[in-house]
């Protein structure tokens, strides 16, 4: 069962690049994504790219696949929330992009294969944001994506979004939801602690453009950094300080490029421009001004 399980995983061939470009073109209109730094990705070396996870998470993710299959012929298989699966309609939606229920069989299967990943440590609970949670790495205690990394001798690139999160405006989040009448009928009813995790997957409510879900108009920012070996870690993966060390990297990678993003956004903005809408990277990831 699990072997078949395993030849379908690897079996999957991400859609044509041509019909990427298509799916995607009202998307790439809208908030045209900019990236630098994606020269520094190795192809030929089988990688664990791993980033901030943005509100609600399917923003900026079907952007930065295109680009590193455009740039470099790779599609990266995303590990996602089991949470996801559960829906209809949804889960086959993210299943023809290549992603999979993010579980250490999966993760495993896909190393195995030396198959390029891309991991959001943070899950539901970080891409289900709080008010005030922008662009806030949310990962616990979680320490199995490095272990995996460092036991399959994988390089890990951290790679960090900005702008999603800004995009959509949280009216109710999941602690709005919990203390109101609705919420406190979830607990009493058992769902929340059944379905929700106590609450922590339950979506925010959320306005875009007005009060549409139409996000704005926002233009993305993506940075991809120096990858980070992990070979000094390999025969250290029991070791629960080093795998907190090695994450810390990781996350002060994605913090740093966070902080370098902004600085460029704000630097590219023009007296009295919107800082969030204005400027734009060549092929070579060069930033220019619109």
């Not at 870690?233 to 629960?240: A, H, N, P, S």
């Not at 800082?275 to 070579?284: E, N, P």
Request: charged share 25%; glycine share 8%; net charge positive.
């Amino acid at each position: 069962m699990a072997e078949r399980e395993n030849e379908a995983i690897l079996a999957f061939k991400p859609p044509p690049l041509a019909i990427l470009r298509l799916w995607l073109a009202p998307a790439r209109a809208w908030h045209r994504p900019s990236f630098i730094g994606v020269e520094r990705v190795d192809p030929s070396r089988p990688t664990m790219f791993v980033g901030n996870h943005t509100l609600y998470g399917m923003q900026d993710v079907p952007h930065i696949l295109y680009e590193l299959r455009r740039v470099h012929g790779i599609f990266p298989r995303t590990l996602a929330d089991r949470a996801h699966f559960a829906l209809p309609v949804w889960r086959d939606l993210l299943t023809a992009f290549g992603c999979l229920n993010g579980t250490r069989e999966n993760c495993r299967a896909l190393m195995h294969a030396g198959q390029h990943l891309m991991v959001f440590p943070g899950g539901g609970r970080e891409v289900f944001k709080r008010k005030n949670e922008a662009y806030r790495l949310v990962w616990k205690e979680r320490i199995g994506f490095v272990q995996l990394a460092a036991a399959f001798g994988y390089s890990i690139v951290p790679f960090a979004s900005l702008g999603a999160d800004e995009s959509l405006h949280i009216a109710f989040d999941a602690g709005d939801i919990m203390s109101s009448p609705i919420g406190k009928l979830l607990q009493a009813t058992g769902i929340a602690d059944k379905y929700l995790r106590g609450g922590e997957v339950l979506p925010p409510l959320v306005r875009g453009l007005g009060l549409t879900w139409i996000p704005e108009p926002d233009r993305f920012f993506i940075s991809f950094g120096p990858p980070i070996s992990t070979s000094r870690y390999r025969r250290r993966t029991e070791d629960i300080a080093a795998m907190h060390e090695l994450r810390a990297k990781v996350a002060s990678s994605i913090e740093a490029q966070l902080e370098q993003l902004q600085a460029i956004r704000r630097s590219m903005s023009g007296e009295g421009a919107d800082a969030r809408r204005v400027g734009t990277a060549d092929k070579a990831g060069r930033w220019t001004r619109d």
